[in-house]
């Protein structure tokens, strides 16, 4: 079935610096989500991309979906402490009702 | 708060048990979904039902069932547990059975000892 790769695992940041985590599929994805888990805390939904080439924001959060629907990226601008925890992507993979299959994520810190 | 209840928060039992995990969904959600998360495993879905029905079927293993009930409520059960069932178990509901957000509660953290 399809598997989706996220890098980096793991990324220490200082505050104010960028940062973006990168989800690829060897095959074209229906539609990609992005969810955010604090430490100790439960995955929460972030956004849902569906069309080719398409950006969304959410204030210092950027979301693109790539043309090709291989990969995704999410970009966070001058991170905060705020921003702290492991982010996944995630895509519904047809087949027997639709499983939603979850990238490894990847886990930001950010030092003060 | 997402609006998704899961009891108990903690469950701590022995090998060979069997354990029963419940979840109230998100007023008006008529899909449940379970998930298990481990450190070695990351999140995997296990199971998804829309209005009592089962839907979707992941990597669950036998020893695992599911159901919902007329209420919308779900219950996972784990039998003859083993120490590598040690994780946190997340259930999620959603307004419909397609592709859409989830939204997920706070957790049953199991551990085997």
Known sequence: ?112 | DSGVTQTPKHLITATGQRVTLRCSPRSGDLSVYWYQQSLDQGLQFLIQYYNGEERAKGNILERFSAQQFPDLHSELNLSSLELGDSALYFCASSPGAGNQPQHFGDGTRLSIL
Not at chain 1, 41 to 55: A, D, M, R, Y
Not at chain 1, 78 to 88: K, L, W
Request: glycine share 10%; proline share 3%.
């Open chain 1, 1 to 112: 079935g399809q598997q989706v790769m996220q890098i980096p695992q793991y990324q220490h940041v200082q505050e104010g610096e960028d940062f973006t985590t990168y989800c690829n599929s060897s095959t074209t994805l229906s539609n990609i989500q992005w969810y955010k888990q604090r430490p100790g805390g439960h995955p929460v939904f972030l956004i849902q991309l569906v069309k080719s080439g398409e950006v969304k924001k959410q204030k210092r959060l950027t979301f693109q979906f790539g043309e090709a629907k291989k990969n995704s990226s999410l970009h966070i601008t001058a991170t905060q402490t705020t921003d702290v925890g492991t982010y996944f992507c995630a895509n519904f993979v047809s087949g027997g009702g639709n499983k939603l299959t979850f990238g490894t994520g990847t886990q930001l810190k950010v030092e003060l």
